[in-house]
């Protein structure tokens, strides 16, 4: 059973932040795939359905992203799934905005859902989906991440949620090399057309 986690924090004042661009991923699989998050346990909102042909959960920690990991580490329980089979969606202060990049591990870098996740399952080797967001000189961290994007980048994210769609039913199908070497892309800003996007 493989499980895909978006990271975000809960509650109607965080939907649409830079923070919350898991969330927003595991929506648009959602959506794609037809399978509600209807299902309350686990400590997340999940649901149960098929994805690429392949039985797949997806869901939402309801914790708060500091305590991620309690989600993560209950529903590989429940789903006798092990951290390998766990693709976990999240923000990434150290990608460009438009940016969507796979890994099969990694470190930390600082965020704190991971850290949470890292704690419960007692390792790093877990999957990861990075939705690039970028960062502010002017504007502390705490900050930003809580911000809403702005037009421009709201435009980028909607190219790199359509594709997150594609790497999450490849990861599923294929595992997570498959979906590393073809769905690691950059969308860029066309300065002829605003608005409008084009993928790398």
């Known amino acids: 059973m493989k499980i895909i986690l978006g990271l975000g924090n809960p509650g109607p004042k965080y939907l649409t932040t830079r923070h919350n661009a898991g969330f927003r991923t595991v929506d648009r ?12 346990g686990q400590h997340a909102f999940w649901g149960k359905g098929s994805l690429g042909g392949q039985e797949v959960v997806l869901a939402k920690p ?31 202060l150290d990608l460009p905005p438009g940016t969507l990049r796979l890994r099969p ?28 967001i970028g960062r502010s000189e002017e504007i502390a961290v705490v900050d930003y991440v809580l911000q809403e994007f702005s037009p421009q980048e709201e ?18 199908k294929e595992g997570i090399n498959a979906a590393m070497n ?4 950059t969308v860029k800003s066309n300065p002829l057309q605003e608005g409008e996007s084009m993928l790398d």
């Not at 708060?64 to 590989?76: D, P, R, V």
């Not at 600082?110 to 877990?126: A, M, P």
């Open 29 to 40: 699989i959602s959506t794609a795939a037809k399978i509600p998050l209807y299902k309350m």
């Open 182 to 185: 073809r769905c690691n892309v």
């Open 155 to 172: 435009a980028m994210l909607e190219d790199v949620l359509d594709m997150a769609v594609r790497a999450a039913t490849l990861f599923v």
């Open 62 to 92: 309801m914790t708060y992203m500091n305590n991620s990991g309690l989600a993560a580490a209950a529903l590989c329980k429940a789903f006798g799934a092990s951290p390998q089979d766990l693709l976990v969606v999240y923000d990434d």
């Open 105 to 132: 591990q990694g470190g930390t870098g600082g965020h704190n859902g991971l850290k949470s996740i890292t704690y419960y399952l007692q390792t790093k080797d877990f999957p990861r989906m990075r939705i690039g």
